[in-house]
């Protein structure tokens, strides 16, 4: 051993200092180089833990999306307060902490964004970068009538780089039939102009898989629908049926 460390005292000949500092290190007791060891473990350790956290606390937002007048206000309302509100068109976010309805009483960040399609862009922009989940609302009651307006939303949100990158808990509130069918029509006739792309150089990604038919399965974040009224299957006086979604929400 004591030619092992001459050895390597020689290598460090032509540097003085670093030929003092081995020294100094290797004349240490062995219970104080134990303790710098377990020190900067700990020390590593706690750092990489708060980074972890950080990045996981950065996305801590559920953010309610959908087209104007499609009862997004109202859910955030329900959401938080368990009753019926009178709302009006949002010009701006409207943002509070939500507890989820389990054992940990998750709390996250409840951000009901406008739906005006010249507001909408800013805000989702705003937003994004920060979302756990996407609640995506829809009006059952006017489906059809809109059902191109909302395709072209829902389109624009999964080929987003950022979304698509994230990968947040994607929750459509509305009913599943006819959606995915009209997405493929859509990616057909934008395809072109919805190219892969890497980060700086834009903002959208392909949808789905190339060459075959749209599928909400080839997805990269989980995709729910969930059949919830925030106005009540009896009218504005009684409960809000959004059990449903509270659920989803709570498996966050």
Known sequence: M???????????????????LVKEFIEQDPAFLIGVFVALAVVIITVGECFL????????????????????????SRLLAGRFTNTQTSISENSANYKTKNEKGTTWTLVDLPGHESLRPQFLER????????????????????????????????????????APTLLIACNKQGTSTLLNTLRMTRSAALTSQDGSDGTAVHLGKRGKDFDFSQLPMKVEFVECSARGS?????????????????KL
């Open 127 to 166: 937003f994004k970068a920060s979302a756990r989940a996407i609640v995506f609302v829809v009006d059952s009651a006017v489906f059809q009538k809109e059902v191109k307006d909302v395709a072209e939303l829902l389109y624009s949100l999964l080929t987003d780089s950022v979304v698509t990158r994230n």
């Open 234 to 250: 009896k009218g504005e006086d009684e409960d809000a049926d959004i059990e449903a979604l509270e659920r989803s929400l709570a």
């Open 2 to 20: 004591e030619e092992k460390i001459n050895l390597d005292l020689e290598d460090f000949s032509s540097e003085p200092f670093l030929d003092s």
């Open 53 to 76: 956290f950080s990045t996981k606390t950065k996305r801590s937002s559920v953010l309610l999306v959908g087209l104007c007048d499609s009862g997004k206000t109202l859910l955030f």
